[in-house]
């Protein structure tokens, strides 16, 4: 009598779709193309790359396409690659810039969302249906989802994300061609734009003013000194915090021999442009006081700016811009961690430097072009030394002098 034997070992490929196989063991998706091999026809498995099922179905019509393209000697038709396997790919590889570098941290969160709102509305289009029509309904769709301001400069952020991903498309050979019409509109209007200028200081006793309600505040010392030193250098927030007490030459926080100078590391790729900052009396006066104040509240942190929650690290980077949201009662006007940087332009422009130095002194690679775009122009008596010279020495005793544990 025969012993019926039942095969209880799962299958090692199990077709989901048309076309499309899934690995039991990876769970990865293949492809079942026949090859031409060794001299006959065989049917063979070729990934596809991915264990999602559409993503899967979009890398096979693709694949098909090309072949059929290729068979028929033109390449492959810019109609059936559609929008989500474009963004797709440029999220895979890590948002890539122009030199096919990684973007900042920032930069790549904001890449992220942006990616994720066009795919809401794109993801099945083709990139031949990129047309004006389409980006005034894309328009339309996003004003109604925002929640601060009128959605006109979230608009032309995405699509200027969608542009970076079409490039990078036809760089990896998705695309032949940037599909992205040349006269692509431009929503936010330059006469809606507000300087960083609006939300500066409007003097030096000011400045003082807002140091003082950060530091007669509980842990709030080293914010306040934080305002003095981006108002007083015009350096950002991140160039800031990286200072060291401890620093070693040529790195940030060291000062150079005579006392002139700090050694600071500019960012967005502009550390080569001017790499130091003039140490004037009224800094020299408050990094004196800040170290002074360091050695009794923290003497073990190694940063200018140590953080009262995270022993050895520095502030937040978020840290000065929510207090000055929560201060803002307190305040004349609204105030910025960015309006610190122009008011230190304005104050250099009132002395009568011309925008080219300013620029280098700010660590702008640019000149003054980019000055006059971002902080706005600039009296002409001004620059023929007839400005009304401001300096950043207060005129009153400073509001921070009775510093809490100094």
């Not at 011309?354 to 700010?362: F, G, L, M, P, R």
């Amino acid at each position: 009598m025969k012993t019926l034997v039942i095969n209880t070992m799962p299958k090692t490929w199990q077709r989901v779709a048309a076309g499309i196989w899934r690995h039991a063991q990876s769970l990865t998706l293949y492809e079942r193309p026949k090859l031409f091999k060794n001299g006959r026809w065989s049917w063979t498995f070729r990934s596809l790359l991915t264990q999602n099922l559409k993503l899967a179905r979009e890398e096979l019509h693709r694949r098909k396409t090309g072949r059929a393209a290729a068979r028929a000697g033109h390449p492959t038709p810019i109609s059936s690659v559609t929008i989500g396997a474009v963004v797709r790919r440029y999220v895979s590889d890590g948002f890539p810039d122009r030199h096919r570098k990684t973007r900042p941290p920032r930069t790549e969160v904001s890449e992220q969302r942006h990616c994720k709102n066009l795919l809401q509305f794109m993801d099945e289009l083709t990139v031949n249906d990129l047309t004006l029509a389409l980006f005034d309904r894309y328009h339309d769709w996003r004003c109604q989802q925002v929640t601060k301001g009128t959605g006109d400069r979230t608009v032309d952020m995405e699509l200027n994300t969608l542009n970076n991903a079409l490039m990078w498309a036809c760089r990896v050979e998705l695309l032949h061609q940037n599909p992205m019409p040349a006269n692509r509109p431009q929503y936010c209007r330059d006469r809606d734009i507000r300087h960083c200028r609006e939300f500066m200081p409007a003097n030096v006793d000011e400045l003082h003013y807002i140091a003082g309600l950060m530091m007669h505040q509980q842990r709030g010392v080293a914010l306040g000194f934080q305002t003095l030193i981006e108002g007083m250098t015009g350096l950002r927030t991140n160039e800031v915090l990286q200072l060291r007490t401890d620093a070693a030459p040529y790195e940030p926080g060291w000062v150079t021999p005579d006392g002139k100078s700090l050694y600071v590391r500019r960012s967005k790729g502009q550390h080569g442009v001017n790499p130091y900052v003039f140490i004037h009396d009224a800094l020299r006066d408050t990094l004196a006081a800040l170290h002074q104040w360091k050695q009794t509240a923290h003497p073990n942190s190694p940063f200018y700016l140590p953080s009262t929650i995270q022993a050895g690290m520095p502030l937040g980077k978020d840290s000065l811009a929510q207090t000055l949201r929560r201060l803002e009662p307190q305040l004349p006007r609204k105030i910025t961690s960015h309006g610190l940087r122009a008011f230190y332009v304005t104050v250099r422009r009132s002395q009568g430097v011309t925008d080219n130095q300013v620029a280098w002194e700010i660590g702008h690679t640019s000149g003054g072009r980019t000055l006059a775009e971002v902080y706005g122009g600039v009296p002409p008596h001004w620059v023929n030394g007839g400005g009304p010279n401001l300096s950043w020495q207060t005129t009153q005793p400073p509001a921070w002098l009775e510093i809490p544990g100094k």
